[in-house]
Nanobody, 123 residues
């Protein structure tokens, strides 16, 4: 089972990026999906999550209103659109597949993790 995250890069504050996470059909079948991030010297933190059908989404307070999570089950891909990026958004971003179909905020509820894609926001 693999999750491949992509789309990271260097962007100026106020800019936008869209992250993608492609997985196998097995990974996406009836699984909630999530994005987490980890900045240097900090613990991994929840960013956003989406249920299997995309009907429910959750966001951390720090990104709500700026980030949007979505998914295309036909393509086995989940996305994270990030707008109005801030220097504090700089981190390694990970996608993950949950054990259950609903959206999850807790890392322990996720079975599979991608390798991460680096987002750097300059001021």
């Amino acid at each position: 089972v693999q999750l491949q995250a992509s789309g990271g890069g260097l962007v100026q504050a106020g800019g936008s990026l869209r992250l993608s996470c492609a997985g196998s059909r097995r990974t996406f079948s009836n699984n909630g999906m999530g994005w987490f991030r980890q900045a240097p010297g900090k613990e991994r933190e929840f960013v956003a999550a989406i249920s299997w059908r995309g009907s429910n989404t959750y966001y951390s307070d720090s990104v709500r209103g700026r980030f949007t999570i979505s998914r295309d089950n036909a393509k086995n891909t989940v996305y994270l659109q990030m707008n109005n990026l801030k220097p504090e958004d700089t981190a390694l971003y990970y996608c993950a597949a949950a054990r259950a179909a609903w959206a999850q905020k807790v890392p322990s509820e996720y079975s599979y993790w991608g390798q991460g894609t680096l987002v750097t926001v300059s001021s």
